[in-house]
Each structure stands twice: as C-alpha cells, then as structure tokens.
C-alpha cells in the first residue's frame, strides 16, 4: 500500500478495497476459483492491480496464504503453513 500511495496518493486505499473485494468473492465461491498448479491451493486475481490471492479452502474458514504479485517471484510463499 506504502508503495502505491508514494505514487500516487489515495491509491494504496485503493488496492486494499481491490483485496477486501478478492476476499469477499473467493468467500463466497471458493471452488469457483481455479487452482494453483497441481496442489491444494486456489487463486483469486484482483481486477485493478497486478496481484493474485492465494488461499487454502478449509473446512470451518478461509486461508488467505498470499497476496502475490502476479510476475514477480512466483511461488515464494508456497512454503508457508497453517499455524494451529
């Protein structure tokens, strides 16, 4: 958001509503998005900005794992794990 908003200002509000709009989509379909390679991952673009959300569907709530940058280091966060 830093970023963005040194650019230009009020546009890092801007990607934060994108995100909160990525997030209220994949809740209420998570299957409808596709998944990320071959694992249990599911990924949701955002519309406006460059940036996927990657999430694991579970059974009493939603993971969000990322908030990736769609060409830039891919996979990065793939190692990432559930604390419980």
Known sequence: MAWYD???K???LDLLAEFQK??????????LCSRYKRTD????RMKRFPY??????LPDCIWIA???HGARQPGYWK?????T
């Open 6 to 8: 040194e650019r230009c």
């Open 10 to 12: 009020g546009l890092g």
């Open 22 to 31: 990525a997030a209220a989509r994949l809740q209420r379909q998570p299957g």
């Open 41 to 44: 991952f599911r990924k949701q």
């Open 52 to 57: 996927l959300v990657f999430f694991l569907e």
């Open 66 to 68: 990322a908030i990736a």
């Open 79 to 83: 190692e990432r794990k559930l604390e």
